[in-house]
């Protein structure tokens, strides 16, 4: 099971970003990005239920990150607007289907004022 992140990187408070991962190996009945900023748990961002394509998002990030999915190339997307400097963190992505969970291996992405 591989699952492969890109697009985190350095923004401008305001800005937007877009992270993907690519998830192979396995089928999925939730997905998800989690994060982690320095000296904080991980905490959850948003997820995704397979079965009726229904999400859920952390408090913080509610009306501004978007979790979607793209069947056709096994890639989940996270759309990031309006960004702010308490987003900063490595976000990871996270796959559950029956009683395994995957991660992937985190992006890091930071915003400046």
């Known amino acids: 099971v591989q699952l492969v992140e890109s697009g985190g990187g350095l923004v401008q408070a305001g800005g937007s970003l877009r992270l993907s991962c690519t998830v192979s190996g396995t089928s999925a009945s939730v997905l998800g990005w989690y994060r982690q900023a320095p000296g904080k748990q991980r905490e959850v961002v948003a997820t995704?239920?397979?079965?009726?394509?229904?999400?859920n998002y952390g408090d913080s990030v509610k009306g501004r990150f978007a979790i979607s999915r793209d069947n056709d190339k096994n890639t989940i997307h996270l759309q990031m607007n309006s960004l702010k400097p308490d987003d900063t963190a490595v976000y990871y992505c996270?796959?559950?289907?029956?009683?395994?969970?995957?991660w992937g291996q985190g992006t890091q992405v930071t915003v400046s004022l």
């Open positions: 996270y796959v559950r289907h029956l009683f395994r969970q995957y």
């Open positions: 995704l239920v397979t079965g009726g394509d229904t999400a």
